[in-house]
C-alpha cells in the first residue's frame, strides 16, 4: 500500500510563497522511478494539474504556474516538493500529490493510481 502524505499548506499573502511536501511511504515502493504529480482543486472547481514529473525526469507545468512553481524530488527523504513563488490569490485550492505504476505522466487525474489527502493553501489578495 503506497501512502501520500502532503504537508506545507497555509494561508499567505499574495506575492508569498510556501513550499508543499509530499513524503511517500510503503515497502518496496521505487517512487523515483514512478511519475508524480501534483494536482489542485478549488471550491466549485474541477481538479486540474498542476506539474507532471516523470519518471525519467522530464517535467510539464501548467501555464498557470509556468515560472513561478518548481518540482523537486528529495531520493533519500522519498519526499516531493512544489515550490511556490508569487503566489497569486487564484493558486487558492487543495493541493494533492499523486503517483502511479507507470513512469510517464498525464494530464488526466484518472491515470493515477495513488492520492494524498491534500493540503490546504490559501492566497489573500
Known amino acids: 500500500q503506497v501512502q501520500l502524505v502532503e504537508s506545507g499548506g497555509a494561508s499567505v499573502q499574495a506575492g508569498g510563497s510556501l513550499r508543499l511536501s509530499c513524503t511517500t511511504s510503503?515497502?518496496?515502493?521505487?517512487?523515483?522511478?514512478?511519475?508524480m504529480a501534483w494536482f489542485r482543486q478549488a471550491p466549485g472547481e474541477e481538479r486540474e494539474g498542476v506539474v507532471i514529473?516523470?519518471?525519467?525526469?522530464?517535467?510539464s507545468y501548467a501555464d498557470s504556474v509556468q515560472g513561478r512553481f518548481t518540482i523537486s524530488r528529495d531520493y533519500a527523504k522519498n519526499t516531493l516538493y512544489l515550490q511556490m513563488d508569487r503566489l497569486k490569490p487564484e493558486d487558492s485550492a487543495m493541493y494533492y500529490c499523486?503517483?502511479?505504476?507507470?513512469?510517464?505522466?498525464?494530464?488526466?487525474?484518472?491515470?493515477?493510481?495513488?492520492w494524498g489527502q491534500g493540503t490546504q493553501v490559501t492566497v489573500s489578495s
Open positions: 514529473n516523470e519518471g525519467d525526469g522530464g517535467t
Open positions: 510503503a515497502s518496496g515502493f521505487a517512487y523515483w522511478r514512478f511519475c
Open positions: 499523486a503517483t502511479t505504476d507507470f513512469k510517464r505522466c498525464n494530464w488526466d487525474d484518472g491515470w493515477y493510481k495513488h
